[in-house]
């Protein structure tokens, strides 16, 4: 294969490389291969400015900068978005496998990481539906040019476990298992858990958190065409970054407390003496949480410590504090009122805003429901439309099409005059009829007109009465 | 343009901490207008359906930025609210009873103080969680656009389960907040009125401003100026935003003494 001696060149750069967590050895080292792959790696001009702007997780990116290759045309990123894509559907494999673990609140996070669109499976990765098969074959291609990638990891310095790991995944490419293997990866969630546990070899400290960490650095070694580090999908789990040594913190995902699980938390530290006294263990044992790491406990428990310290001082949070100067000028209109007409005020800025958060969340959730909703009458029709299509003569289509168009006049006209009280320009009053034209025409549905409307009544009554945000409230939320 | 200026205004009002949390609008642009530019999507499917991930997956990066800020504020929020429940019991229990009248009043002025900012530090949160969200519609509308791509409405979907736009949690503590200062603590006020030119005096020499009633007021005008009519609105636009006292409000704008790069 022509990528062969591309990777000859890369394990002797492999070789360079001190650590797993630095990037710059890598670039070099990924510069030679491209030339070689031509075609899948193309100068990416303005990705510069992205690292900067982005954590260490991206930096794989910046290697594509460094690639001199054919200008103007967006590369080695898409090339090694497909690394990206095969992260995902592995981080949407993890968490599946911790949530067997972990309790309802860890498994929240995953989960949520999971929902993204990414992780669910192949299929949702891209909405095109041909297009996740191309992502695979070109994950699978990428693979099986690249099989000594896991070379890379081996002579870096990190952690025994890993370098086994990645040792055992090398036999497997070996094997040219390579394509079941990837297959497996991306689609199967409980073959792939017996994968793992396969996979891992763990010499390294036992910790939940820490199998976590361990299971997020081989999947990403695996398939990335370009050396990706880890931490991308390690950090799509909100794992710590496992590219520090393996005594640094652990794996913590993220978790979400709320006021009952605080009160649980309070409670048992008073058992035990008091936020001084209290140790996470001993808190935590107390608490009898599922899935409630000492982590989670401890990170809480100096959060809750520093809080307790504070009134005390009755200082604010320093970081928040403004110079004296600002503190002055910001004053000089309350201070005119005296304190507490100042804090009136204050408090009636801030229900304002609060209030009008809250209206313009619900409206937000109203309209995205309402393009869901939208878009599945759509979806419906269509398909409707093609088997009527691909079922019956000629004849019968005719009469479908005409009888929406019939339709849609009349309701386009009922919208329009609902708009017309919302929006001031005549052009944006074009712009939306003609797409509920459209769409309307293709649904030909009753429902959708009246969902619409809905929505058109629900935003003239916010924006003609806002002063009146009670009654607001109340009549939206019905 | 216009969200992404506004977007910087608001950036720059608020807390130094919170400045990088924000979603990057400029940079997402930027990254659209490469992809469109450099692939049509009819000529590469398959290098298009890398670039679509790619920005995917940024925009993963960024919520999951978002998630674990607005987590952490949250969590941070829960407990000082039990806090300031409990100072405010303390002070009950031990001034109202017997005790003098003044140090009663002192503390809880002060409590109330904190209070009011705690609220209004809640609430900012929760613009912060918006403007976000619609940060990222916003931009998600403009990929669509760009490069004919259908990556917004399933998108968006995911999006709303986010823990950082599920904002009840918050929301619930700011409506705590609100029972908690009209029933307990603004009450009291009435019998103060001699002292309170002093009790003004003294607050206004110590009082660790942190810009929350500017900021407030800055995320109330920015919500304003983002809902007027624009030229791109659709059905999934928010209509104009109708703020009564804008004009009291507008004069509370308070510049920013040291302009923020």
Redesign the interface.
Known sequence: MEARPALSIQRSGASQLSNLGVSGGLSSSLSIPSTHLEGTYQKLPDIQQVPSERELTTRPQVHATRVPTNNGVVGHIFSSSSGFSSDLHYSSVLPNEKHSRNSPFISQSPADTASLPLSQSSSSLLPQPTIPSCCNKENSGSWCTDPDFLDFPVSTPVQSGQVENIQRSEDFSKQNDWQEWADQLITCDDALTSNWNELLVDNVTNLEPKMACQVAKPCTTMPTQNQQLPSPSVENLRVVNPSSSANNAPAKPRMRWTPELHEAFVEAVNQLGGSERATPKGVLKLMKVDGLTIYHVKSHLQKYRTARYRPESSEGSSEKKLTSMEEISSLDLKTGMGITEALRLQMEVQKRLHEQLEIQRNLQLRIEEQGRYLQMMFEKQKSGLDKLKVSSSNPENPAATSDATKEAPTKSELESSQRDHLDSGTGTVNNAKSMLERSSREMGGEDMATEAGDLEKTKARVSETSPELAAKRSRIEE | MKFGKRLKQQIEET???WRDQFL?YK?LK??IK??SS??PIAAE??????????F???L??K???F??FY?EQ???F??????LQQ?IKRVMDKWSSNGSRTEYNDEM??I???V??F??EM??L??YS?IN??GL?KILKKYDKRTG???R??????V????F?T?D?V?N??KEC?NT?DEVL?PI?ED?EET??Q???I??AR????????N??A??LT?EEI?R?S?T????S???????HSHL?HS?Q?NS?IPIL
């Open positions: 807390f130094p901490t990057c940079e930027k990254l490469l992809i450099a692939l499917p398959t290098k298009y359906g890398k670039a679509e991930a790619e995917v997956y940024m993963n990066n919520i999951d930025k998630n674990t987590m949250e969590e941070d829960i407990i000082r609210h039990k806090e100072r002025a002060k109330r103080k904190d009011v900012d609220h209004g609430v900012l929760e613009n918006n969200f619609t519609a791509g259908l990556l409405l399933p998108f968006i979907q995911k709303l389960k986010q823990p736009f904002t949690l929301s503590l700011v609100e200062i603004f006020e103060k309170k030119e009790k003004g005096a607050m206004v009082e660790p401003v942190k810009g929350i009633f500017r407030t007021v995320a109330l919500m809902r009519v030229s609105k659709d059905h999934f928010l209509p104009p935003l109708n703020l009564s409000i509370f308070l003494p």
